[in-house]
């Protein structure tokens, strides 16, 4: 049993900044890719947010987050950090880390995100106005 570890999330005042975290196994950290999907809503699709792909070391952003999110790595503990600056009403929802060493592309797109086989629990990002 895969098991990825979400941590972070929270509530803040437009404009302010949180941050998301998401510990995998080091076979993923090595040579597979995480990636980042929220859903707004219950009847909304979720929406690729952030990713990375440990193989060539690229991140990847959705229009939204470009420019105020970024993903950093911490080595000594096979964790990555989304940081969410300027954070804006319309960036509330649950926020799921997911990862595969089978990496799709582009990982952002909920159709090959779904294919990711390891998930997080998902957490609740608040952004009030």
């Known amino acids: 049993q895969v098991e990825l570890v979400e941590s972070g999330g929270g509530s803040v005042q437009a404009g302010g900044s949180l941050s998301l975290s998401c510990r995998v196994p080091t076979n993923i950290y090595l040579r597979g890719c995480v990636g980042w999907h929220r859903r707004q809503a219950p009847e909304k699709e979720r929406e690729g947010v952030a990713?990375?792909?440990?193989?060539?070391?690229?991140?990847y952003y959705s229009d939204s987050a470009r420019g105020r999110f970024t993903i950093s790595l911490d080595n000594s503990k096979n964790t990555l950090t989304l940081e969410m600056n300027d954070l804006k009403p319309e960036d509330t929802g649950v926020y799921y880390c997911a990862a595969d060493t089978t990496c799709p592309f582009p990982l952002l797109r909920a159709a090959k995100f779904q294919q990711l086989s390891y998930w997080g629990q998902g957490t609740q990002v608040t952004v009030s106005s």
């Open positions: 990713g990375f792909y440990f193989g060539v070391d690229k991140a």
